[in-house]
């Protein structure tokens, strides 16, 4: 069973940064482009980041382009978000989620709607992050 389970969140002030982790269990996280998402109170689950398996592909949403960068180390099973220059509206539970590249190969590759959360699972407990002065 594919289990991601994600740490790394925290409470920082506006313009701090915070790296996440997402480390993957029960398959190898190669076999997955991995996710992340998140969710603020009372709003819809929205995706940040996208890494292809090998991490030569990425995709992120305007709302984070330029702040956010996600990197990936096979070896260890483990998937980091990189969050610069936070913002108040950075504030939520953020989550990784698997998407399977044999289910959704355009996707896997980080291309078309590749954020399209109905297609991702596996999701994990999710980590809080606050940003507030």
């Known amino acids: 069973q594919l289990k991601l389970v994600e740490s790394g969140g925290g409470l920082v002030q506006p313009g701090g940064s915070l790296t996440l982790s997402c480390v993957v269990s029960g398959f190898p996280s190669k076999n997955y482009a991995i996710g992340w998402f998140r969710q603020a109170p009372g709003k819809e689950r929205e995706g940040v980041s996208c890494i292809s398996q090998s991490g030569g592909a990425t995709y992120f949403p305007d709302s984070v382009k330029g702040r956010f960068t996600t990197s990936r180390d096979n070896a260890e099973n483990s998937v980091y978000l990189q969050m610069n220059n936070l913002k108040p509206e950075d504030t939520g539970t953020y989550y990784c989620?698997?998407?399977?590249?044999?289910?959704?190969?355009?996707?896997?590759?980080?291309?078309?709607?590749?954020?399209?959360?109905?297609?991702?699972?596996?999701w994990g407990q999710g980590t809080q992050v606050t940003v507030s002065s």
């Open positions: 989620g698997a998407l399977d590249p044999f289910v959704h190969r355009v996707q896997a590759q980080c291309r078309g709607t590749p954020l399209y959360v109905p297609l991702w699972g596996s």
